[in-house]
């Protein structure tokens, strides 16, 4: 069975840290671009981030810019969102989804991934 599980999300201080990760189980993500996208209550799905295949391309929302940084471990089968300096406009569900059409890049549309996991709520609040 192909699944993503992402893990890491809690409540946690402004310009407090977490490190979010996503996990594959029954396929490799060697091939696959990953992204990471945010949902809040009444919003639509943006995405957060993403990181092509190789690793060579990450793109960033403006809004996480210079805060978070994305990266992936293939030996674990595993990508990772760090996110620092945390603000409460941040609070979300935090998905991650995989894609495996993109070559060497990555897209921040919905569209493009295939696979998806179940969410990690993150809350930001003092």
């Known amino acids: 069975q192909l699944q993503l599980v992402e893990s890491g999300g809690g409540l946690v201080q402004p310009g407090g840290s977490l490190r979010l990760s996503c996990a594959a189980s029954?396929?490799?993500?060697?091939?696959?671009?990953i992204g990471w996208f945010r949902q809040a209550p009444g919003k639509e799905r943006e995405g957060v981030s993403c990181?092509?295949?190789?690793?060579?391309?990450?793109n960033y929302a403006d809004s996480v810019k210079g805060r978070f940084t994305i990266s992936r471990d293939n030996a674990k089968n595993t990508v990772y969102l760090q996110m620092n300096s945390l603000k409460p406009e941040d609070t979300a569900v935090y998905y991650c989804?995989?894609?495996?059409?993109?070559?060497?890049?990555?897209?921040?549309?919905?569209?493009?991934?295939?696979?998806w996991g179940q969410g990690t709520q993150v809350t930001v609040s003092s």
């Open positions: 989804a995989a894609g495996g059409h993109m070559g060497d890049y990555c897209s921040a549309m919905t569209r493009e991934y295939d696979y």
């Open positions: 029954g396929f490799t993500l060697d091939y696959y671009a």
């Open positions: 990181i092509s295949s190789t690793g060579g391309v990450t």
